[in-house]
């Protein structure tokens, strides 16, 4: 070999060898994790079976906090409840930073309520939290509109008689019509064209972003951004609902009445006249619409597929459907509405919901946090803007704190005395000051929608339950339930 090439080699061999190391030293004293390859990271390392069964064996090899390389960029893993606890609440503030995931980047560009950081993030959440507890949350009414919902449902079901049918969009409408109804003042009709277009899209994005694709778009968007694929289409899906959402919000601008706000655009209309001359202000039209976006999207998608999972496990457990319904006929019995009263009452019933929750495990990687500033965490020193992921599954399924982690089974949020009792692995909705802003509501809807299907409605399936498979559609960002057939025969 000519000695030109042989030093050219061991240049280019050294050359790698500083740049890991380099990189390495640029971000501080990170927990350990596997050697990353220069672009590709630990692409080669990980599981074919996705970035959740590639964290269960990196956590095996290097504990509960490690670091792992998605393309050129380090991410520090939380993996297990305790890890994820002592970092979003005991370092709450210094875990309390936000990325947005790399596929919705170029919609969400950092404004609005759930990718926000800083001062935008603290204004636009105080003031989410208060006015959409002013139009129902946390209040009376948005029980009653709840209800009426879920009667609205019935209805629509009764019509079916039986009949398979797949729940996705009805599931879809009911939890839509509640964001609906405290964002842009309006519930629509279950056949309405426009609305069904809009769950449409929502359930395409959603499987789009959990799929494997977008996966491997994480690690290399820098270079894959500029090629065609399921990106584009995720930027084409969300653009169609942001023009919904700006025609919305023109009109309610022309009919505006300031002494009576109708719902959270009129309000936010409202703040944005009043800080109109303050420079700066984060209330304008940009973080309006990215922020009703994040709101339409998250109480709409994350609460219909927990519904979804939900009667696919009732199917798949007859018999934990028959002791709901016992209770249910005990407590509520059959000619009256149930009640969020009626929860403290029903300690089974919340158990059976806690345990869908738990094993639906629908945003298993968590939604991603960054460190606002360098932050020692467990003796290792993570710099300002580290990338962080508390992967929620590992609390969820975590074998200190459910004794069959991976099986339903609604024994394990229930004592010895059969009453409901407290898990501190249970963080369905995260924990900490990025906790779901909709928690609340989320809880009010599983609750009462649940309830009043199975009081007025017996389950039947078109196959035995030990034949319905629960395994996801897709399973990366979030969890997709698999397409299923569910006959609501009238009791």
Known sequence: MEPTI?????????????????????????PPGPRPLPFLGNLLQMDRGGLLNSFRQFREKYGDVFTLYLGSKPVVMLYGTEAIREALVDQAEAFSGRITIAVLKPIFMDYGVIFANGERWKALRRFSLATMRDFGMGKRSVEERIQEEAQCLVEELRKSQGAPLDPKFLFQCITANIICSIVFGERFDYKDGQFLRLLDLFYQTFSIISSLSTQMFEFFSGFLKYFPGSHVQVCKNLQEILDYIGHSVEKHRLNLDPSNPRDFIDTYLLRMEKEKSIPHTEFHHKNLVITVLSLFFAGTETSSTT???????????????????????????????????????????EAVIHEIQRFSDLIPIGVPHKVTKDTLFRGYLLPKDTEVYPILSSALHDPQHFEQPDTFNPDHFLDANGALKKNEAFMPFSIGKRICLGEGIARNELFLFFTTLLQNFSLSSLMAPKDIDLSPKENGFGRVPPDYQICFLAR
């Open 6 to 30: 042989v030093l050219f080699l061991t240049l280019f061999l050294a050359f790698l060898v500083l740049l890991v190391r380099g990189h390495s030293k640029a971000h501080g004293r990170l």
């Open 307 to 349: 519904l979804r999972y939900g009667f696919l496990l009732m199917l798949k457990y007859p018999h934990v459907t028959e002791k709901v319904q016992k209770e249910i006929d005990q407590v509520i019995g059959s000619n009256r509405l149930p009640t969020l009263d009626d929860r403290t009452k029903m300690p089974y019933t």
